[in-house]
């Protein structure tokens, strides 16, 4: 097995592609998934292999189902798996790219033209959107967090329950003809009838709506979601002592929020400078074990 990039008594970070990195891991050795995958065409990395920049929706969905597939096998059979996806539209769209990676700009200074991005492979068209062999229609919406969430149950896990994680704040929505999207999914999986779950933990509140705010990033790392939602699914869904696994790391809001509830962490990143910047702050031990509850 690869020797992780960093590891400790209570974190172990891996560097490179998940679903390699997944393979290595032994089986049920975690105990909670926690994870956000990047959405489709929506954010450019700056990393080959990126997750996220498929060339259609198709592949976006059956590369994602393999990811999970492999997660059942690492999950303890009593684990569970939370995963939070955004959906997209069907439309001709240039992938963003965050502010510090190099080739924000285009050849004039300014943000790249339609024709740079489309020559460099950030752009594309709707009819390039095919799912099961057929064109996504223009401005609809394509279901990726519901296909994917079928794709999952077909491969045998049990779809358990579906949050609607409802922003308290969000980014103003630029499209004039449609409503303003301010929530997402996250869906809670189990690979087995019976799994570890308590509904205490919640204090009372244990529906399927949970207020929260949208997060805005950290560090160079523009799409975390807030520490309340995983640690509300760590709370619930991860037994005490146990270990928490985010094939997503990203800025490590998945691992802080394990720590703070005296867990175990594994985080799993493609982009090595997402593990030195969580190490540097969400993962910092000195701030985060003392507060294990």
């Known amino acids: 097995m690869t020797a ?26 975690v105990d909670c998934v926690v994870t956000s995958p990047p959405y489709f065409w929506m954010r450019d990395y700056g990393e080959a292999g990126q997750y996220g920049l498929e060339a259609t929706p198709q592949q976006y969905i ?27 539209h069907s439309q001709r769209k240039a992938v963003r790219r965050s ?10 200074g300014a943000r790249p033209s339609w024709r740079e991005s489309r020559a460099a492979g950030r752009a594309r068209m709707s009819n390039e959107n095919v799912i099961a062999g057929r064109a996504v229609p223009e401005k609809s919406l394509m279901m990726l967090p519901e296909r994917i969430a079928m794709a999952m149950i077909d491969d045998g896990w ?10 308290t704040f969000a980014a103003p929505d630029p499209a004039a003809d449609r409503l303003a999207s301010k929530w997402e999914p996250l869906y809670l999986f189990s690979k087995s009838p019976r799994y570890w779950f308590d509904r205490a933990a919640l204090d009372g509140d244990d529906g399927d709506v949970w207020r929260l705010p949208a997060s805005s990033g950290a560090g160079d790392h523009t799409a975390s979601y807030p520490l309340a939602l995983p640690e509300r699914c760590i709370r619930i869904g991860c037994k005490p002592g146990g270990t928490v696994l985010d094939p997503f790391s990203g800025s490590g809001t998945t691992g802080q929020a394990a720590l703070r509830l005296g867990r175990r962490y594994v985080g799993i ?12 702050t969400r993962l ?3 701030e985060l074990i003392g507060g294990a509850a």
């Not at 999970?68 to 995963?83: K, N, S």
């Not at 502010?99 to 004039?108: D, K, M, N, V």
């Not at 990143?269 to 540097?280: E, G, I, N, P």
């Open 158 to 167: 049990l779809l358990r329950s579906k949050v609607v994680w409802a922003k």
């Open 284 to 286: 910092a031990q000195s």
């Open 62 to 88: 059956d590369t994602l189902a393999a990811v999970m597939a492999e997660a059942r096998r690492v999950l303890a059979a009593d684990g569970t798996l939370w995963l939070n996806l955004g959906d997209a």
């Open 99 to 108: 502010s510090h990676q190099e080739g924000l700009h285009g050849a004039r």
């Open 269 to 280: 990143d493609l982009k090595a400078s997402y593990h030195d910047q969580a190490l540097r």
């Open 4 to 29: 992780p990039y960093y590891a400790d008594e209570a974190v172990t970070l891996h560097h490179g592609d998940c679903l390699a990195t997944l393979r290595e891991l032994p089986t049920g050795s």
